[in-house]
């Protein structure tokens, strides 16, 4: 009996090219890195392709071989020896254990290392160089990248998260596994076909026009043929790379015409949108204001561009600051990173009262540290929150009271995806009037089930967020809304011709 052989592996982080804070093999020590075999059972954000894939071969009689599964939370640049070592260990797996019937690569897609613009297509070119041009290789990604020309030749399906927040990164693991298996079967011969609508923006997808959007996305692969995957790469505008920008990316079964005439819908759909899709963004004065005229709570308050997970450090203080001045009380801010402020505070121990400077120490334009007498409320050895099926690594914290704020310090940066960061620490969230988290969308799906208002709050300047000022090297500047007189182009992506030659 015939039993297909899959390989699956994991290299990702989303690097804000930006961002002052570098990863090395530390970064993803600190997140993950598992060697073959030692992924736990509970995914990461861009491993989900481990988890499920372990259920898909279970369930279909696959061998499946796994490799080393690595994510490093969002920073600044990727040191090169760390990305080629971890490239070439993968690269080495699939070396040693040749032939496979299908590659499937968990990536993020907007990692950027020392002296690579782009290695997820590199990584996927050498896969290809290794498998050779009939074996199927298959990746997710998150849609917070950037979709390069060098990615579409080497793979046969490319699937990118439809939300954001990311609650679907497990449905799509899901959809390329079954795409995988019908590839191997030889069902479908699965094609790709890419539209840009010269253009980047933020598209939180909790909220209308992009709401509409996605769902139509969703309807339309259900009600399509020959559609097999549908996926909007809404890009990463603090990604100063050559190809920075949003694409629509479609798989159809053989069906490039098709690819191509749905893609140009939703790619000139989006275009339509530009300008429209981002949440009101407040100031911190506006943002308290309008969270204490407000009648219950708990009003949730995302400090949106100190957001780790766009690769800042999450140690602003502007907003701790301000409810500091107003001498406000009943407020839980989760959370600042400061690796030596969590130290002290551990030596200090729970119930310990102290003087403390912490945050605002990795760049400017994030307030200035906070000199307080703080009571040391709880001490946690390596903390977590969840993120839907996912355990959230956020390091040895502490939960510290400044008169009735309460302020959470990781030394692992993360940013707040979920309520438990607070109820971790014994932080009941409806029990306050004000809650703080540092994201920009991921933590809506969580603390809308408890918040009545959710507002978005720019604070300082941490986070590159306006294309129309960022000092790009190398990002296109014929997009949206850094030159506002641009058309969309079509581009003209097949992977079965890339493979032809032709």
């Not at 795409?179 to 209308?208: C, H, L, N, Q, W």
């Amino acid at each position: 009996m015939f039993r297909p052989r899959a390989f699956t592996a994991v290299l990702a982080t989303e690097t804000n090219t930006f961002s002052p804070i570098r990863i090395d093999i530390e970064a993803f020590r600190a997140s993950l890195l598992a060697r073959p075999g030692e992924h736990p059972q509970t995914p990461t954000l861009c491993s989900a392709v481990v988890t499920v894939g372990r259920r898909f071969a279970q369930l279909h009689g696959w061998d499946l071989i796994e490799g080393t599964a690595a994510w490093a939370d969002p920073a600044g640049l990727v040191a090169r020896q760390t990305y080629e070592d971890l490239r070439d260990e993968i690269c080495g797996q699939i070396q040693a254990q040749l032939p496979f019937d299908v590659v499937v690569i968990g990536l993020h897609g907007a990692m950027v290392a020392d002296g690579y613009d782009d290695p997820e297509g590199d990584l996927l070119g050498r896969i290809r160089t290794l498998v050779g041009p009939d074996t199927p290789i298959i990746a997710t990604f998150d849609p917070h990248s950037h979709l390069t020309a060098k990615r579409v030749e080497a793979a046969d399906v490319l699937i990118a998260f439809k939300e954001f927040p990311h609650i679907d990164f497990v449905e799509r693991a899901e959809d390329a596994w079954e795409i995988a298996r019908r590839t191997v079967a030889g069902e479908i011969t699965p094609t790709i076909s890419v539209y840009d609508p010269k253009m980047i923006d933020v598209f939180p997808t909790t909220s209308e026009p992009m709401r509409h959007l996605v769902d139509d996305m969703i309807r339309r692969e259900r009600e399509t043929p020959d559609l097999l995957s549908l996926s909007v790469v809404h890009g990463f505008m603090a990604g100063d790379v050559p190809e920075m920008g949003s694409k629509v990316l479609a798989v159809t079964d053989a069906n490039p015409a098709l690819g191509q005439e749905i893609c140009r819908d939703f790619g000139e759909r989006l275009f339509g949108l530009r300008g429209k899709v981002r949440s009101r963004e407040l100031t911190p004065a506006e943002a308290f204001d309008r969270a204490f005229a407000f009648e219950g709570g708990p009003v949730t308050i995302a400090d949106m561009w100190d957001n780790p997970g766009g690769g800042t450090a999450g140690d602003a203080t502007i907003l701790l600051a301000e409810a500091m001045a107003r001498k406000l009380d009943n407020i839980a801010i989760g959370s600042i990173w400061d690796p030596v402020a969590v130290q002290l505070c551990h030596v200090a121990g729970e119930g310990a009262r102290m003087h403390l400077r912490f945050g605002a120490k990795s760049a400017p334009h994030t307030g200035a540290p906070i000199d307080a007498e703080v009571e040391i409320v709880r001490n946690i050895r390596n903390a977590e929150q969840r993120f839907g099926e996912s355990h959230v690594p956020i390091g040895d914290a502490s939960l510290i009271r400044i008169g009735g704020i309460e302020v959470i310090l990781n030394s692992t940066r993360a940013q707040c995806f979920d309520t438990s960061l607070f109820s971790n620490f014994g932080v009941e969230p409806t029990d306050r009037k004000i809650l703080v988290v540092k994201s920009t969308n991921h933590f809506h799906e969580s603390f809308a089930r408890v918040s009545p208002l959710i507002l978005y709050c720019a604070a300082g300047r941490p986070y590159p967020n306006d294309p129309r000022v960022t000092p790009y090297k190398k990002a296109p500047r014929d997009i949206w809304p850094i030159n506002t007189v641009q058309a969309p182009q079509e581009i003209q992506a097949s992977t079965t011709a890339a493979k032809q030659g032709v």
